[in-house]
């Protein structure tokens, strides 16, 4: 195949070519693609019924759940759905907008945990300013810029990356994968995604060494609290947050910065299902471990459902 025009679908990795094993991967896909749908659901319900979590941070928390189940539900779904019926396919169309949905999400998730570390410097640091700064039209603001990026951000990707000529529509990851589908682009045109690519890093490292500023800031305040309790409260306010970008950044890290082998290798596949499933199913566990407004907001929700459905 010598031009993109003659390619109608794309041919995925798959698993296995054993029909059990294949069924093998649909369930447990499936039974962790259901614990993250309904940790997240979880979330976002609690905070939308309970009008004591109608602030900045869980306004925040709800819509990282939002892209949390936006970004498995790009590329999980058919994943499943190929091992069940056997089959690698999906369609040019089909890809196109995995890549676009999926890089649109996981960046807004990367853009929104740096709007929240900025919160909790706010909140610790600046206690005082915090009702001014983060008022609710402030954070509505932040929070449509974090989508406009995000969106802006997978438009940019997915152009770069289908403006290539393929040679071969052979994709060696379970999911259409913007480095995956460069290594069978046969024209220089992928030199244009690839400098969008160093581009995001650069844009991706600054936001890093921003939340790691921010928390170097935040923890130091803490330290000049002068009572344990205080302390200690500033601390369980920003642990959950530190602990979902580190699990985020440091999956993102193992799965991307390996060196590239031209076969898939099934540590390379271990690492992009833990990239995949491992921030967006721990994420609610997380803040439901660590947070006491967000348990007790779910135990009234779970009491509501229990005497709504006696």
Request: with cysteine; charged share 10%.
């Amino acid at each position: 195949m010598d031009n993109q025009s003659f390619i109608s679908g794309f041919l995925l990795l798959e698993f296995s070519a054993v029909r059990e094993q294949q069924i093998l991967h649909f369930s447990l896909f499936l039974i962790l693609y259901l614990a993250i749908v309904s940790g997240n659901l979880l979330i976002i319900s609690a905070v939308v019924f309970d009008h004591h979590l109608h602030t900045p941070m869980y306004f925040f928390l709800m819509n990282l759940a939002i892209q949390d189940l936006g970004s498995v539900s790009a590329i999980i779904p058919k994943s499943m759905a190929n091992s069940f019926q056997n089959t690698r396919y999906i369609s040019y169309s089909g890809c196109v907008a995995q890549v676009f949905c999926f890089v649109s999400f996981v960046g807004s998730d990367f853009f929104l945990l740096t709007v929240m570390a900025y919160d909790r410097y706010v909140a610790i640091c600046k206690p005082l300013q915090y009702e001014m700064v983060m008022n609710k039209a402030a954070c509505t603001q932040m929070v449509a810029g974090v989508w406009i990026t995000g969106l802006f951000y997978g438009t940019l990707h997915t152009g770069g990356t289908f403006a290539v000529q393929f040679c071969s529509n052979i994709v060696n990851q379970f999911y259409c994968e913007i480095p995956e589908l460069l290594k069978v682009s046969c024209s220089d045109s992928y030199l244009a995604e690839v400098v969008i690519l160093v581009i995001s890093a650069v844009i991706e490292l600054g936001c890093f060494f921003f939340i790691v500023a921010t928390y170097v800031l935040i923890f130091t305040a803490v330290l000049r609290i002068p009572s344990i309790q205080g302390r200690q409260k500033a601390f369980s306010t920003c642990l959950p947050h530190l602990t979902v970008f580190s699990v985020f950044i440091f999956t993102g890290w193992f799965a991307y910065l390996r060196p590239p082998s031209d076969t898939p290798s099934g540590l390379d596949l271990a690492l992009t299902v833990i990239y995949t499933f491992v921030p967006p199913m721990l994420n609610p566990v997380i803040y439901s471990m660590r947070n006491k407004d967000i348990q007790v907001a779910l135990a009234k929700l779970s009491a509501s459902l229990s005497s709504f459905c006696m």
